[in-house]
């Protein structure tokens, strides 16, 4: 299994960027996709998730309303769209997928979001 995240940089407060995740290696119509993310000198911590066939999310607090999360079946590709970016939105973002909701057993490389105020 294969993940390869994108889509990261740097942005200004109150900007937007996209976040995706391609992934490969497995027949994902029974797994969740999610995007995790990990600030300096914190623990990875949970963001967002959706399931393949429903289309079911689930938000962190921090991100409800400013961030949506969703995938494309055809190209086995998930997305992270994140709008009224916040410095502290800050961090290496992570894709994963798993059989749980927060359960994860693959993970991509990685990609930074740097917003500035």
């Known amino acids: 299994v294969q993940l390869q995240a994108s889509g990261g940089g740097l942005v200004q407060v109150g900007g937007s960027l996209r976040l995706s995740c391609a992934a490969s290696?497995?027949?994902?119509?029974?797994?969740?996709m999610g995007w995790f993310r990990q600030a300096p000198g914190k623990e990875r911590g949970f963001v967002a998730a959706i399931n393949w066939p429903g289309g079911y999310t689930r938000y962190a607090d921090s991100v409800k309303g400013r961030f949506t999360i969703a995938r494309d079946n055809a190209k086995n590709t998930v997305y992270l769209q994140m709008n009224s970016l916040k410095p502290e939105d800050t961090a290496v973002y992570y894709c994963?997928?798993?059989?749980?909701?927060?359960?994860?057993?693959?993970w991509g490389q990685g990609t930074l979001v740097t917003v500035s105020s």
């Open positions: 290696g497995r027949t994902f119509s029974s797994y969740y």
């Open positions: 994963g997928t798993g059989t749980g909701l927060y359960e994860y057993d693959y």
